[in-house]
T-cell receptor, first 111, second 114 residues
């Protein structure tokens, strides 16, 4: 069963515009969610985690348990934000604990 | 430098020819994992290991094997590769499997099976 869904595979905005990357999840336990980012020719790296309630590079994400969402937002997009973004859900299962990823959203910020 | 390394970075092979992709980390991490990345499907976990000699299947383990004989290494083995295993493979590690631990990713291995 799909546990993390990112409905937009591609998202294109202009520099300075607000951006929102959507993430919805399905999990019976207490969710712990993350956003990972992969810039061109770089490794996948952690952007932020909901438990920290932090803002990284101007991005924030709020866990909405009612809507089972963890959307990533930034009020003013920059060209250097262009990258592939993955939402990830930490799950504890009987066989062990692990991270499951969504399909990813490719964000392009145009000048 | 603390990092996860993978070898080879690029590999073209033929159906049925056994291959191994190595993964090594120098951060003394307990938890290691293999993912494959395919367009439109995102990252899918193949196998993971919570510690030495402890491995478990992820979401797409068919056609793959792993071993964890030592803490730093977690090789991915394809006994009889098939074209549907053409993909970009990532190894990752974290200090433990606990949720607050960030996963550190390797640079990726692009595999083509003809």
């Amino acid at each position: 069963a799909q546990r993390v869904t990112q409905p937009e595979k591609l998202l294109s905005v202009f520099k300075g515009a607000p951006v929102e990357l959507k993430c919805n999840y399905s999990y019976s336990g207490s969710p712990e969610l993350f956003w990972y980012v992969q810039y061109s020719r770089q490794r996948l790296q952690l952007l932020l985690r909901h438990i920290s309630r932090e803002s990284i590079k101007g991005f924030t994400a709020d866990l909405n348990k009612g809507e089972t969402s963890f959307h990533l937002k930034k009020p003013f997009a920059q060209e250097e934000d262009s990258a592939m973004y993955y939402c990830a859900l930490y799950m504890e299962e009987t066989s062990g604990s692990r991270l499951t990823f969504g399909e990813g959203t490719q964000l392009t910020v145009n000048p | 430098e603390a990092q996860v390394t993978q070898n080879p970075r690029y590999l073209i092979t033929v159906t049925g020819k056994k291959l191994t992709v190595t993964c090594s980390q120098n951060m003394n991490h307990e938890y290691m994992s293999w993912y494959r990345q395919d367009p439109g499907l995102g990252l899918r976990q193949i196998y993971y290991s919570m510690n030495v000699e402890v491995t478990d299947k992820g979401d797409v383990p068919e056609g793959y094997k792993v071993s964890r004989k030592e803490k730093r290494n977690f090789p991915l083995i394809l006994e009889s590769p098939s074209p549907n295993q053409t993909s970009l493979y990532f190894c990752a590690s974290s200090p433990t499997s606990f949720s607050y631990n960030e996963q550190f990713f390797g640079p990726g291995t692009r595999l083509t099976v003809l």
